[in-house]
Each structure stands twice: as C-alpha cells, then as structure tokens.
C-alpha cells in the first residue's frame, strides 16, 4: 500500500513559528495589547485572521472589520520582512535527511499548512519539488482545527487515509489530523501532546514510524 506524510511547515520543518511570535508581538505591544508566549502557542496552526481574533478576544478589544484587516496586513508585513533572508541552512534539524529518505522509500509527502504565504517559504528552502501536493492557507476556508488541509493533502496523495501519516507541532493541527482520521504525530511543541497517536524528538524518527 502506497504511504504518505503530510508535512505542517512553520514549526515543523522550519522554525517560522518563532517569526510569527515576533510579528505578533510587535504588532500588539504598537497597538498596547497583552501578548505572550503562552497566547502565541494557541495560534500555532491557526489562520492569520482567526489568530488576530484570539488576541483580541483575550484582550478583549473590539475593532472593526477594516481596523482588523489593516492590523493583520501590518503582522504580515513584519512577518514577510523576517522571511527575506531565509535560506535552506534555517530548515530544523535532520529535515532534509528525512525528506530525502522518505523519497527513497517512495512515501508520497505533501505539505498541510494554514499558511499563505507556504509556497513562498519553501521556495526560499528550495524544497518545493519534493512535495507531490501542496495544500495551504490559499486552499482552504477553515483553519485548522478543522481537518479541512488535511483532508485536501491527502485527498490529493491519493493514499488511503490507515497509511497516511500527519506532523504537527500545534495541538489544532492534532486535532485536525485525528479528525481527518489520518495518523497524527507530534514534534517540537506538540511532542507531548496527549491526543497525537505518535510523538517524537526529532524528525528522523519519523522513518521508524511509518516503516
Ligand atoms: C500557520 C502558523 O502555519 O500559519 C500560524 O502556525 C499562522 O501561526 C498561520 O497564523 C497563517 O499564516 P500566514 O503566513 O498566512 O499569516
Ligand atoms: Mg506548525
């Protein structure tokens, strides 16, 4: 049976999600709301808008629709500026090695991210080509929790969903794959995670699972 990982990006095959913190950060302490890193770990996995309405639903704020969307704009700004200088030397740890042997072992890989701006990411890793589907936050019209990414990549890999296989550092994204059925395991920030099927230190780690 044909076997497939779908892949989440930022915090998982590179460390973007600290970008992320940062642009929030800025963006709240310009606009005097609380931000810390307990609140930025409730949007990993989280799309841009609904992650604006998280912080100010925790600061209580109230802004129009135009005032959020100028204020999401100028997070992404931030963000985007942090992105210019990435490079494939800022890919986390024994990523590389896995996708390589992944391929190898002729698994399917796709990437599953909330995110809009993926597509440019890994091209600036250069690593676009290994990925035979690649669903992101222009694909979708729900944010993870909702299994909607995961779904689209897995539809997309054409594997059945017992060998599909999905890596996660946010508790959504569990969430996600589990009610996709699909095969959840966490890394990094979901390496304890009490829902994932699997957990794991370290990416590599993966082969044994799927093997
Ligand atoms: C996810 C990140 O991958 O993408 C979230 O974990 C982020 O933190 C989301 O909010 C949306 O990202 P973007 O790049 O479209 O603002
Ligand atoms: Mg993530």
């Known amino acids: 049976m044909n076997k497939g990982v779908i892949f989440d990006l930022d915090g998982v095959l590179v460390s973007t999600d600290h970008y992320h913190y940062l642009a929030w950060k800025r963006m709240a302490e310009e606009e005097n709301l609380a931000f810390d890193e307990t609140l930025n ?72 991210s909330s995110s809009k701006n993926a597509r440019y990411i890994l091209n600036k890793l250069e690593i676009t080509d290994y990925f035979d589907a690649i669903v992101d936050g222009t694909d ?46 966490g890394i990094n920030d979901a390496e304890t995670s009490p829902q994932a099927k699997h957990t794991i230190h370290a990416l590599p780690e993966l082969i044994k699972i799927i093997n």
């Not at 100010?56 to 700004?77: C, I, M, Q, R, V």
């Open 140 to 185: 979708i019209t729900e944010s993870k929790p909702h299994p909607e990414v995961f779904l689209k990549a897995q539809e997309a890999l054409g594997v059945e969903k017992s060998a599909c296989y999905v890596i996660e550092d946010a508790e959504s994204g569990i969430e996600a794959a589990n009610r996709a059925n699909l095969i959840s395991i």
């Open 41 to 112: 770990n409730q949007l990993r996995g989280v799309s841009r808008m609904a992650s604006l309405d998280i912080i100010l639903t925790y600061n209580k704020a109230k802004y129009s629709d135009e005032a959020k969307t100028a204020l999401a704009t100028k997070k992404n700004t931030y963000y985007r500026v942090s992105l210019e200088d990435l490079n494939p030397t800022h890919m986390l740890p024994g990523a590389l090695k896995t996708l390589n042997t992944l391929k190898e072992l002729g698994v399917k890989l796709a990437i599953g």
